[in-house]
């Protein structure tokens, strides 16, 4: 029940609606950095739906707030790359019975293929970074890489947020998600086909 109740639609609409209004908190930026934090371990709202109308409001501390989305989200990917490798047993019952577990399945398969080019391109997607980075710690990926591959994946996320917000304002702001999504999609499937051209042309030979 109470999984049911997590995920249900109109309780992530409210957890939306909230996010959104703490854009206008006079503590926004902490509270930015605590939801950065928390969105790549377990929280269910992506930070860029406060992060846009922060740099709309300020669009002089829009490169500002993007370190800091960056900076938290690494760190709240350790956490979520330590569940992985030391706690899975006790999340797995409520990881299996949530809609995450189809994907945290494939991430996992992935990790075992791509290793740290996988968590830098998870970082940038649409898919939850929670999942990749709770996959990273179940496979052991080495932390160095899997740092540097959330840096960047996870930087040029957000500061692709911020740019889209100082270059285009309330127009850019409506858009965001669109976009951003779009061009997190894009980047994935041109790495996918480079990989496999790779593999094809002479990787494989």
């Known amino acids: 029940m109470w999984q049911r109740t997590l995920f249900d639609g109109h309780l992530l609409q409210r957890l939306y609606d909230q996010v959104l209004a703490w854009a206008a908190h006079p503590k926004a930026p902490a509270i ?9 371990s377990f929280f269910p709202i992506p930070p860029d739906v406060m992060l846009g109308p922060m ?3 300020r669009p002089g501390k829009a490169w500002n707030f993007a370190v800091l989305c960056t900076a938290s989200s690494i760190l709240g990917g350790l956490l979520g790359y330590a569940i992985g490798k030391w706690a899975l047993q006790w999340i797995e019952p409520w990881l299996m019975s949530s809609p995450y577990a189809e994907i945290f399945l494939s991430t996992v398969d992935a990790f075992e293929t791509w290793g740290v080019v996988y968590i830098l391109l998870a970082g940038f997607t ?4 929670k999942v990749f980075t709770v996959g990273a710690g179940v496979i052991g990926m080495p932390v160095i890489p899997f740092l540097l591959g959330s840096a960047v994946g996870r930087g040029a996320r957000f500061f692709l947020v911020a740019g889209l917000i100082r270059a285009m304002g309330d127009r850019g702001a409506q858009r965001l998600r669109v976009w951003v999504d779009a061009a997190g999609w894009i980047v994935l499937v041109l790495v996918i086909i480079a990989g496999v051209s790779w593999w094809y042309f002479g990787g494989r030979q």
């Open 32 to 40: 930015l950095s605590v939801l950065s934090f928390a969105e790549s």
């Open 55 to 57: 740099c709309l409001a």
């Open 126 to 129: 649409p898919i939850p970074y």
